[in-house]
């Protein structure tokens, strides 16, 4: 029996998925967990063969999840599956411990192919991606901006570009204001702006804007 735990929030995506998958691994036993509460208790509670995740999940706070799956078993692979591009949270992703990265355009033959991959243990990334990558390591292409914020600074710095004051992201990641306030304050600093507008025209720019981005 292959044990795979999906964490997503959409019960039409989880369905697709266990298709999917059930077609691919006929002996596979599923368990759903549609936020990150119940993500932390099933993956403690059962030994899976790998989970597939989107990072996205109302509050569940991503890709701190993913850390907490790799520090509590860091050899059960985790292949994040997402709306966001790659361009967004792939390498973010890939530094957290995720064994892959897809985003949810993905076709049923990708997922499945990216899936046996990281079930044998090797690491899965699109043709795009890979290229991508490789362009930047054998050119020394530097770091945009944004990719030097942590990935809580990240975060916020999104959600401030939709234009959520400090007390609803507070609210939505469930911290402080203050706490909320001294991330705004250093993710301007380190990206050398002194407003909101600026921050919003970067985004607006480099598209980071895109995707569900008081949920990561």
């Known amino acids: 029996m292959t044990r795979i735990l999906l964490v997503d929030d959409y019960p039409v995506v989880v369905e697709g998925l266990k298709r999917i998958l059930a077609e691919a691994i006929p002996d596979a036993d599923f368990g759903v967990a549609s936020d990150g509460a119940e993500a932390v208790r099933l993956f403690r509670a059962t030994k899976w063969h790998f989970v597939v995740l989107d990072i996205s999940l109302p509050h569940g706070r991503g890709l701190e999840l993913l850390k907490q799956f790799r520090a509590f078993r860091p050899h059960t692979p985790v292949l994040v599956l997402s709306m966001d591009p790659e361009d967004h949270f792939a390498v973010r992703a890939l530094r957290a411990g995720a064994a892959g990265y897809l985003t949810k355009k993905a076709a049923a033959q990708e997922i499945v192919k990216a899936v046996r991959k990281v079930r ?13 990558l490789a362009h930047d390591i054998r050119d020394g292409t530097a770091r945009d901006p944004h990719e030097t914020l942590s990935d809580r600074e990240y975060i916020v710095f999104r959600m401030l570009g939709t234009g959520q ?14 706490t909320i306030s001294t991330h705004r304050t250093r993710l301007l600093g380190k990206m050398g702006m002194k407003s909101n507008a600026e921050l919003v025209h970067y985004l607006t720019h480099t598209r980071l804007h895109w995707g569900r981005t008081s949920d990561v």
């Open 120 to 132: 044998s243990g090797g690491a899965y990334v699109s043709v795009a991606l890979a290229e991508r």
């Open 165 to 178: 004051t400090v007390k609803e992201i507070a609210t939505r990641l469930g911290l402080s204001p203050q």
